[in-house]
């Protein structure tokens, strides 16, 4: 199982505002070109779109609230993983925000994603 943690970045955002913006994932189309819209399907804990003719998808797994948002694969996924979205307040109005992955990849999905993931 590989095991990515990003890099810690700083928000001008509140906690509870980062986590709303990740805690529903119909939130995720709004910011989607239009030609795109129709290719997704989404609701309060799913998503899946289509992309070159294979269906990937994820749904929540966990919410804890102001802090972490949880996602997993979900339908015809590539590989099995665990998408993590934290968030630390700072003070009110800002929050340290990093993204954890784990995923089982094979070799060749290692050289495919492997430098991009990280």
């Not at 199982?1 to 505002?17: N, Q, R």
């Not at 805690?23 to 309060?44: C, F, I, M, W």
Request: aromatic share 12%; proline share 4%.
């Amino acid at each position: 199982m590989e095991e990515i943690t990003g890099k810690t970045i700083v928000l001008k955002k509140p906690s509870y505002a980062i986590y709303s913006a990740f805690s529903d994932l119909r939130n995720v189309t709004a910011g989607l070109p239009e030609q795109y819209k129709d290719k997704v399907t989404v609701d309060q804990d799913t998503i899946v779109g289509k992309v070159q003719n294979f269906e990937l998808g994820m749904k929540v797994n966990n919410r804890t609230p102001f802090s972490r948002v949880d996602f997993e694969q979900y339908g015809q996924a590539l590989f099995p993983f665990l998408l993590s979205f934290i968030m630390e307040p700072a003070d009110d109005n800002t929050t340290y925000f990093h993204i954890e992955l784990r995923a089982q990849l094979n070799t060749v999905m290692k050289m495919m994603f492997g430098k991009k993931l990280h």
